[in-house]
C-alpha cells in the first residue's frame, strides 16, 4: 500500500537523523502549498520545554489575518539552526509547547543550512487564532521556544456550506458552520445580485466532548477533540421545481458568497433524466496531492466539473473524512466540498469510520443499543475513533422519515433513494430492516422507476477480505431476497477501496436484465486504495483497484446507464445499462441455492 512505502521512507529518514529517538515525523513531503494532514498520532519527545526568545532568531508568515483555507507563506531564520529543530503551528495560541497542531522540521526545509528558509502551509479556520513557533531542540530534547508569530482568524466566518432535500417537494436544507451563533439565517432569491430576498431562519446545534462515545474523539487536544464551534439549518420551502435560486448563509454581519442550486422536481412532475453520482471512502485532499490524497483531490475536481454541466444530486455511502476522532480533519473535509455541496444536494450516509464503537453506547444518536451492533461473526470495531456519529449527524441533517442520517430515503426525479446503514442491525424483524420493508413496499413505482439502495459495506465481493466476506454473507441472507422482492434495481456500496460490478444477480446466479439486482461497489473516491487479489466468481463482470474513481448514474424512463469514470481523467473503464424491471420477474419464487 502507499502509505506503507511512504511509511518506509520516514523511518529511514529518521534513524539517519543521529538515530535520536523520534515518535514522530511528518508522513509527507511539503513543499509546495501544504496543508494539515491526517498524520500524527504521537509527539515529539521533550524532556522539557521553556519560552527564551532570541532576537536573533525569527517566525513570520506573509500575513497576520487569515480567512478559511487561506494559503500562507512562513519564512524562518536562525543562525544556529540545527537538524532538529522545529516550526510548531498551534492554535489557539494558548496551547503549551507540546500541545501543536502540526510541525516541519526547519531541517525539511531546501537550502536549511544557510540558516533560513521557507515553506508554506493551507491554514484553516478553526475558530481560534494561530501562532507559529520557531523550537530549538538540542541533544536531550530540550524544546526551547526562540519566537513566535501570531495569525488571526474571524470570529464570525460562515463555512462550510452544503445543501440537502428533505423527505417533502419544494424544499431544501442548507446548512454550514461557524464559531458563533448570532441570529444565523439564510437569503434566498430567484435574482442572481439577491434582489427581493426572502429570508429563512436557521436552527442551531453543537456538540463537545462530553458528548462523544470515547477515545480518540472525547480526549481534548489540538489533534483530536477541538470545539467544533455551531452548526447551522435553514429550511427553504415552496421551491418551485426546475428553477435556479441565488442564496448566501450566515449573519447580518458576516455572510457567504452567493451559491446556487437547482429546484427539485415535484413528484407528479414529468422528468425526462435524472442524474446522480455516488461514492464511498473519500478522505481529504490538500496539495501537493501526496499519498492518499491525490485520489480525493482529483475526485472532488472531477465533481465540480460534473456540477457544472448539470448533476441532480450526490450520494456518499459512508467513510467520508476519515477523520476518526480528529476534529481538524472535519474542518478540512467540509472545506474540500464545500465548491461541490453548496450547489448540489449532497446526501451521505455513515460507515464505520463514522460510527463503530466500542463504549459510550449512550450517548450514541443513533438509538443503538449497548455499543451498537457487535454481531460475534461480524467485523465492527473501534473504526470511528470514538466519534459513533454524533459529528456527522451534527453537521448533516437527513431527510426526517427514517433514523436521521443513520437511515433514510427521499424521492428524486425519477429515482426513489434509499440510504440504509450497515453499520447498525439489518437483520428481519430488526427496527431499521421493518423501516427499509415498509420504505421499499410504499415506492410508486409509475412516478419513480428506479429504485437505488446504498449502504456501506457490500453485499457481493469477490476481494480476498474475509471479515467482510463474511458480513456480506449476513447481508445477502437478511436483504437480498427483500431486494428482490421488492425489485431493487442498483444496490452501490463501498468499504473496500477499489471498484467492482456484478451481473444483474438473484441469489448468486447471474439472471436476465431487469430481472435482478445488479451491485456495485465503489470505494475508490480518494483513499489509499486496496491490493487485495479477486476470487473468481460468475456474478463479478468487472473489478478494478489501480485507478480512483466515482459513480455516474443517468437514468429515464426505461433505462438507467451505470458508468465507472476514472479521476482525473475522466475515463469510463465500465459501463452497464439496466433496464426497468420485468414485472414477470418477481411472480417466480425467490430461491437461494
Partial sequence: MQWMVL??????????????????????KRNAQNALLDVRDTHVSFSHSEFAYDDSVKVYANTSKITN??????????????????????????RGVKDYLDFRYVSDTKGWQKHQGVFHEILFNMRADYEIRYLAIDKHQKATVKASFKISVPDNEPMHGHIAVTSRPGEIRVMWGSAK????????????????PMTALATTTTYTADDLCGARANVTDPVMYQDPGFFHTALLTDLKPGVTYYYTYGTNKATSKTASFVGAPYPDAKVAVTKFIGYGDMGVYYPPYNGDSMGAAGVTHNLEQEAAKGLDFILHFGDLSYARGRGYIWDQFMTQMTSVSEQVPYMVGVGNHEYDHVSGGEKDPSGAPDNGFRPQWGNYGNDGGGECGVPTSHRYIAPDNGNGVFWYSFNYGLVHVVMFSSEHDFRPDSRQYLWLEKDLKSVDRNKHPWVVVTSHRPLYTSQEQNGDHIVGLHMKLALEELFYNYQVNLHMAGHLHSYERTCPVVAGDCVAPGHGTVYVINGAAGKFLDAQNYDQYSWSKYHNCEKFGYQRMTANTTHMHVEFVTAPNQEVLDN????VWDESATKREFKRR
Fill in 181 to 196: 451563533s448570532d441570529k444565523p439565517r439564510v437569503k434566498f432569491s430567484q435574482s442572481p445580485d439577491l434582489q427581493n
Fill in 7 to 28: 511509511l518506509l521512507v520516514v523511518l529511514s529518514v529518521v534513524a539517519a537523523r543521529d538515530k535520536r529517538d523520534i515518535e514522530h515525523t511528518p508522513l509527507h
Fill in 69 to 94: 483555507e487561506e494559503a500562507v507563506e512562513i519564512t524562518w531564520k536562525n543562525p544556529a539552526a540545527s537538524l532538529f529543530d522545529m516550526i510548531a503551528i498551534y492554535t489557539p495560541p494558548s
Fill in 576 to 579: 452497464i445499462t439496466i433496464p
